[in-house]
């Protein structure tokens, strides 16, 4: 029903969210790839796009429209039943979701080809049997329903887990605030990785799966939302996201400092060789950067190199912070309905974070609109690089 090898991708060059150039890559990439989207005709095709909040697709940050209306134009001339599901950061309820949809085009996209959104806001749980991490999840109600999913997922670099891709996308099938219940529940990066890969394999698990991954223009920098857009050009489909990241964070340069790939590999959910991975289409080293941007957060290299004492204290104490930029903050306080420890207050329209309390998960830059939040590096992170 879907890939006929889950260690196959299909990679191709690509330049242009033009939808007839998407729509012919895609339906090349299923092809090479033995996916047949008449197989679910008459069946309930969710597409799962990257909303993280409200934000143009020009910024590099979300799934662009055309990238959308390509797929579900694909799916619907198979006869299949299309609709449009995610969960972006603040609240799941109906105004929330018109508001992002609205903003980051989807909403007219999803008209123009004339499929319907998801503006419920059911939640169903499921078992993670298999989890690590984790024993169970409450989900968005659509993934549940759906026959299959397709992860629209974008190549960027992120706060906390330094790249996020295939994998971490699903993450927007956790309903709205309880997502930032996640981060004060796995506040250690280690933990906070670890549920969402028992997260992506419980979904991977629950029904067939393809995920296309948009690196045409992805973000680097102080991604996923305040980054600056990267031009990568090109676009991975596999139904894998494991083995999609793993080689995703080769092409960007990210190989062996992406936590959650690491996680992964170690679990042997991931291919440990790269030569595991049989890419069809492109040549993935002709397609390869050496100089895509780490967020301002990226420490891991040099907390490595600390000695691991006090129980991991002295590395939490060095862990980047977040810093309120106050001639950009205007007080919206989106930061502190997003902090999951609740270490932020908004005094005389500004905001102020209690750093004492901080988990250095950068929820707070991630759902920033202005850019105001900037990450302080401690001087001896900065001295070791
Ligand atoms: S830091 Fe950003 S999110 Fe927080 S109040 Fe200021 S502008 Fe709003
Ligand atoms: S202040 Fe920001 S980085 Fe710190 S816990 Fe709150 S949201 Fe996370």
Known sequence: ???????????????????????????????????????????????????????????????????????????????????????????????????????????AAAERVGIPICYGSDIISHPCPKGEFIRSFNLIKPTADADLIVNLCKLKSHGLTKMTAAVKNYFGCVPGVEKVEMHARFPERRDFCGMLIDLCRMITDMKPTISILDAIVGMEGNGPTNGTPRKLGFMMVGCDPFVMDRLACEMIGYEDTVLMVEMAKERGLAPADLSEITVLGEDYKALCVTDFKAPDSDAAKALKLLPNIFGGRLNRFLQPKPAIDKPKCVGCGECVRSCPMKTIEIKEKKANINTKNCISCFCCQELCPKDAVKIHKNWLIKVIG
């Open 1 to 107: 029903m879907t890939c006929a090898d889950k260690n196959t991708v299909a990679l191709h060059s690509c330049d242009s969210y033009d939808e007839a150039v998407l729509k012919e890559l895609i339906l090349k990439s299923f092809d090479e790839l033995g996916i047949h989207p008449a197989d679910y005709r008459g069946k309930q095709v969710m597409l799962k796009p990257n909303l993280v909040r409200r934000m143009d697709a020009s910024q590099g940050g979300t799934t662009h429209p055309n990238m959308l209306a390509a797929t579900a134009m694909i799916f619907m001339e198979a006869g299949a039943d299309v609709m449009v599901a995610e969960s972006p950061g603040g609240p799941y309820n109906a105004a929330a979701l018109k508001l992002v949809y609205r903003g980051c085009g989807i909403e």
